[in-house]
């Protein structure tokens, strides 16, 4: 089984400044894809950036990036010169073969103008 | 290309009754994807269809079921509404069955009186 935890549930930066959100995870697959994605008050869900496990270096989209520690089954998100249309929740999320998503819990991201 | 789409947006039913949601996949993609989201559960996953086949199933009873057409749009039905059956009910396209990033559509808001 396929397991996500997102232990904190709530989070605040100041509008231009740096946050991370931290994800761990569980899988006994050796391949596998780990996400974060956005869910705004509109309730839409967006990709923000993707991570395939067999990938050394870790992605960057932008003003996000991950910190992804495959021994660790650690993967965050960093979100640098945060604006306030970064608020709000962020799942981070994992598949492998069946292609199933497993979600964590989510967090809630607010940004301080 | 256009996103995934869904209909209706927004549906109220009574306790006892049935509903058909319906989801348009992006171009091209082949797989369809579906998740309920709540308050209380989070993002769990109901099932997904790959060429008009149900490829996976997650752990909801079998008043859930939908299908997939040859054109891979996909309709979920949910029969004798129960309250606990209000959620968020999102759909997700992606290109191929495994491995794949996942696209959302907008979600349906079911709200079962």
């Known amino acids: 089984a396929q397991t996500v935890t997102q232990s904190q549930p709530e989070m605040s930066v100041q509008e231009a400044e740096t946050v991370t959100l931290s994800c761990t995870y569980d899988?006994?697959?050796?391949?596998?894809?780990l996400f974060w994605y956005k869910q705004p008050p509109s309730r839409q869900m967006i990709l923000v950036i993707r991570?395939?496990?067999?990938?050394?270096q870790n992605a960057t989209e932008n003003r996000f990036s991950v910190n992804f520690q495959k021994a660790a089954k650690s993967f965050s998100l960093k979100i640098s010169d945060s604006q306030l249309g970064d608020a709000a929740m962020y799942f981070c999320?994992?598949?492998?073969?069946?292609?199933?998503?497993?979600f964590g819990k989510g967090i809630t991201l607010s940004v301080r103008p | 290309k256009a996103g995934v789409t869904q209909t209706p947006r927004y549906l109220i039913k009574t306790r006892g009754q049935q509903v058909t949601l319906s989801c348009s996949p992006i171009s091209g993609h082949r797989s369809v994807s579906w998740y309920q989201q709540t308050p209380g559960q989070g993002l769990q996953f109901l099932f997904e269809?790959?060429?008009?086949?149900?490829?996976n199933k997650g752990n909801f009873p079998g008043r859930f079921s939908g299908r997939q057409f040859s054109n891979s749009r996909s309709e979920m039905n949910v029969s004798t509404l129960e309250l606990g059956d209000s959620a968020l009910y999102l759909c997700a396209s992606s290109f191929e069955f495994s491995y794949n990033e996942q696209f959302f559509g907008p979600g349906t808001r079911l709200t079962v009186l």
């Open positions: 899988t006994s697959e050796s391949d596998y894809y």
């Open positions: 991570q395939e496990a067999y990938k050394q």
């Open positions: 999320a994992l598949t492998g073969a069946n292609s199933k998503l497993t």
């Open positions: 269809y790959f060429s008009e086949t149900q490829r």
